[in-house]
């Protein structure tokens, strides 16, 4: 009997690498879509460079981005929300408070009444966070900030989105201007 555990022990037995290969890839893919998900709401801006930086570590779980461009046009999750070339600017206000109070209804946990006068609003406790492009006019970000305030929308918590690092200056440096 022993003879045989012995011969049992002594064969090789080949090592089928494929299910661990299988494992790998199913991993990186896993981490790829993860990772696109992510970065979603994040449109390419350029930043403004912050004098004094605060890491922005531990995220909230549940926090709206709006990205404002250049020309003021307001994007969420790669979807133009507002458009001053396409939409007049006297509707911004309209176009904004569907987008907040969209993001009232579907997005936002943490809510709270407060009674003012004779009327009850809900206030958004969980923040905004605000992405505007170096080169925006604060015109536009104002506009932004004011449909937040509206009673409809109730949103005052406002975070704004900057850099450590001066992302411009970065890329003339590479291109040698």
Same mark, same amino acid.
């Given at each position: 009997m022993s003879?045989i555990?012995?011969? &049992?022990?002594?064969? =090789?037995?080949?090592?089928? &690498?494929?299910p661990?290969?299988?494992?790998v890839?199913l !991993? ?7 990772? /696109?998900?992510s970065?979603k709401?994040? =449109? /390419?801006l350029i !930043?403004p ?5 605060v890491?922005? /570590? #531990? ?13 003021g046009? &307001? ?10 070339e ?5 509707t ?6 569907n !987008? +907040?109070? #969209?993001w ?6 943490? *809510?709270s009444?407060?009674k ?8 958004? #406790? /969980?923040?905004?966070l ?6 925006? =006019?604060?015109h536009?970000v104002?506009?932004? &900030?004011?449909?937040?305030s ?5 949103f ?6 900057l850099?450590?690092?001066? *992302?411009e200056?970065?890329? +003339? ?5």
């Open positions: 003879s555990i012995d011969d &049992m022990a002594s064969q =090789e037995v080949p090592l089928d &690498m494929t661990m290969i299988d494992c890839f !991993l990186m893919i896993f981490f790829v879509l993860v990772i /696109d998900l970065q709401d994040l =449109e /390419d !930043l460079k912050a004098v004094y930086v890491a922005d /570590d #531990e995220p909230p779980s549940v926090r709206p981005i709006i990205n404002i461009g250049q020309d046009r &307001m994007v969420y999750r790669g979807n133009t929300r507002f458009d001053p396409i939409h007049a600017e006297s911004a206000p309209e176009h904004l408070r !987008l +907040l109070v #969209e009232k209804n579907t997005i936002v946990k943490n *809510k009444d407060l003012i006068g004779s009327r009850t609003v809900t206030l958004v #406790e /969980d923040p905004v605000i992405r505007a492009d170096k080169w925006t =006019e604060w536009w104002g506009v932004f &900030m004011t449909s937040c509206q009673p409809e929308a109730a005052y918590k406002l975070e704004l989105a850099s450590d690092q001066d *992302k200056a970065k890329l +003339l440096r590479k291109q040698g201007r």
